[in-house]
């Protein structure tokens, strides 16, 4: 059973950098077939995919966030990261992390909020 597990603060300051991890199990993260990415959805608005990493990799990230955004992955611990720079309240979001196929989000983590403020 594949299963995902974002970790991160609960709080950020803003101007900070948001940073952010998911422990995947069940899968490997360099596995072909499959890329891993972020969304996040903020209060009162829809999802938002941010970006992701492939199996080999190269990472991809939304136009809209690509300036403050970075993903990373260390595949010894089988784990994929995001860092955001200069949040700000609007960064604030219950953040997922989830399994890619053919452009489809089939394993979700549980998801972890976010909140950014002083």
């Known amino acids: 059973q594949v299963q995902l597990q974002e970790s991160g603060p609960g709080l950020v300051q803003p101007s900070q950098t948001l940073s952010l991890m998911c422990t995947v199990s069940?899968?490997?993260?360099?596995?072909?077939?499959?890329?891993w990415s972020w969304i996040r959805q903020s209060p009162g608005k829809g999802l938002e995919w941010m970006g992701g990493i492939l199996y080999e990799g190269s990472t991809y990230t939304s136009p809209a966030l690509k300036s403050r955004t970075s993903i990373s992955r260390d595949t010894s611990k089988n784990q994929f990261s995001l860092h955001m720079t200069s949040v700000t309240p609007d960064d604030t979001a219950v953040y997922y992390c989830?399994?890619?196929?053919?452009?489809?989000?089939?394993?979700w983590g549980q998801g972890t909020l976010v909140t950014v403020s002083s």
């Open positions: 989830a399994r890619t196929y053919l452009y489809a989000f089939d394993v």
């Open positions: 069940g899968d490997s993260i360099a596995s072909d077939h499959y890329s």
